[in-house]
């Protein structure tokens, strides 16, 4: 999978592309490990193609830790494949969702 | 018509993907061939869904056997379309209680995901192997 960050504004937008599974989902993890995500955060899945529970499980790290931290964290441009697996584990619950990165930084 | 597909992997994780994009072939081959009730996206979507958690879980519990393999058969009848994990772990209980996300749990969807999305699940025992069998119907009954 690829994976970048930028700015915009006061979040940091970190984007995710391609498959995130059990297989992916290490890679993920260094990346979050290595790199500062203090602060507020959009995660962009709009490129995502796959997501399985193993990917689901490193994002509901994110959303434990932000919560811990109190700080704010948003999810972006869910696809429907991506959509089915925050809805059948209610996963949906633990973050703020929004359909555009620009609608999450507003 | 009548199929039968069946794959050996070894139990490594780089091969999830693999497991997954031939389950999610098989199953749209089989949407479009037999027609089903519902969204022929959303069927392949969960068939491959479901196989990807199984073969992971059969990886993931495989305490590192170096010649550890997971097979996948795949098979249509009346029933609809059926994938049967086989692998050679210890025992295991299939049924599981739902993950609560109050707790932001990271682990324990896989098998929960599979229940919510197959139609037919069951679970045996034999040559020393876990046999988990899945089947997505084509036409199943309304709720």
């Known amino acids: 999978m690829k994976i970048s960050s930028k700015k915009l504004g006061d979040y940091t937008i970190l984007s995710l592309s391609g498959i995130l599974n059990a297989s992916s989902a290490p890679q993920l993890k260094s990346y979050l490990e290595e790199t500062d995500f203090s602060g507020s955060l959009i995660i962009d899945l709009e490129l995502v193609d796959f997501l399985d529970s193993s990917g689901l499980g490193i994002l509901v790290g994110i959303a434990r830790r932000k919560k811990a931290a109190n700080e704010i964290l948003k999810l972006a441009n869910l696809n429907d494949r991506v959509k089915k697996v925050f809805e059948i584990t209610q996963a949906y619950t633990l973050f703020d969702i929004y359909d555009e990165v620009n609608a999450a930084a507003e | ?143």
């Not at chain 2, 170096?66 to 249509?76: K, L, P, Y």
């Not at chain 2, 209680?97 to 069951?122: C, N, Q, R, W």
């Open chain 2, 1 to 143: 018509m009548k199929h039968a597909i069946s794959i050996t992997l070894n139990a490594d994780i780089v091969y999830t993907r693999i497991a997954s994009q031939v389950a999610g072939a098989a199953a749209e081959v089989y949407a479009n061939e037999v027609g089903i009730t519902g969204n022929i996206a959303e069927f392949c979507h969960a068939f491959e869904l479901s196989v990807s958690e199984s073969f992971t879980n059969s990886v993931r519990h495989a305490n590192h056997q170096a010649d550890g393999d997971v097979t996948i058969n795949f098979f249509t009848d009346a029933k609809g379309l059926t994938a049967v994990v086989s692998d050679t772990n210890p025992e295991f209980n299939p049924v599981t209680p739902p993950p609560d996300v109050t707790l932001y749990p990271e682990g324990g969807y896989g098998l929960f995901i599979i229940h919510k999305l197959m139609d037919a699940i069951s679970y045996s025992r034999k040559n020393d192997r876990n046999i988990l069998t899945m089947t997505k119907s084509a036409h199943p009954p309304a709720i």
